[in-house]
């Protein structure tokens, strides 16, 4: 059963708006969060963290922000540029484990 | 240079046949992983190594051999391919973060 979703299979957003992409999860051993971005034909790289000490973490255009009542995170990145245009996937790991587990990914357009 | 390769980057094999997928990273990273990416399952992990000699199942490990003699290698086999095992697989190397290999597209016919 899939422990880390995002329901959003796709997203398209105009250059300059603020993008918004959302992430569930199941498991309240998690405590470590993490957005990866993809690019086709490319591995997956690693874009921002949080931990579930915080409930904000930001990086430049990027912010993570974590609400661990709702089991939920989002990833917004103000304003969303062309070179964003990839697939975003969540990831989550326990502090017990090395092992993330990923969600499903959401498509990120962002049209000029 | 510094990095995880993974090799070949696309391979077409038939049913049946054994295949060994390639990864070789250069940073000296204790834990490494392996990943297949799949239409509506994301990544998952197949298996995933402590340090050399020492592998431990994933999410998904049947169908699947690994082995981990020296710690910059860690080479995963399909000991008899199925068309269900037609995916992307990724490597992966923890630091800091987990650093992703860039791929090997795998059709079985």
């Known amino acids: 059963d899939q422990q880390v979703k995002q329901n959003s299979p796709s997203l398209s957003v105009q250059e300059g708006r603020i993008s918004i992409l959302n992430c569930d999860y199941t498991?309240?051993?998690?405590?470590?969060f993490l957005w990866y971005k993809k690019y086709p034909a490319e591995g997956p790289t690693f874009l921002i963290s949080?931990?579930?000490?915080?409930d904000k973490n930001e990086d430049g255009r990027f912010t993570v922000f974590l609400n661990k009542s709702a089991k939920h995170l989002s990833l917004h990145i103000v304003p969303s540029q062309p070179g964003d245009s990839a697939v975003y996937f969540c990831a989550a790991s326990a502090y017990t484990g090395n092992q993330f587990y990923f969600g499903t990914g959401t498509s990120l357009t962002v049209i000029p | 240079d510094a990095g995880i390769t993974q090799s070949p980057r696309y391979k077409i094999t038939e049913t049946g046949r054994q295949v060994t997928l390639m990864c070789h990273q250069t940073?000296?990273?204790?834990?490494m992983f392996w990943y297949r990416q799949d239409l509506g399952h994301g990544l998952r992990l197949i298996y995933y190594s402590a340090a050399a000699d020492i592998t431990d199942k994933g999410e998904v490990p049947d169908g699947y051999v690994v082995s981990r003699s020296k710690t910059e290698n860690f080479p995963l086999t399909l000991e008899s391919a199925t068309r269900s095992q037609t995916s992307v697989y990724f490597c992966a190397s923890e630091g800091d973060t987990q650093y992703f290999g860039p791929g090997t597209r795998l059709t079985v016919l």
């Open positions: 949080i931990s579930s000490i915080k």
């Open positions: 940073w000296s990273h204790s834990y």
């Open positions: 498991n309240s051993m998690f405590d470590y």
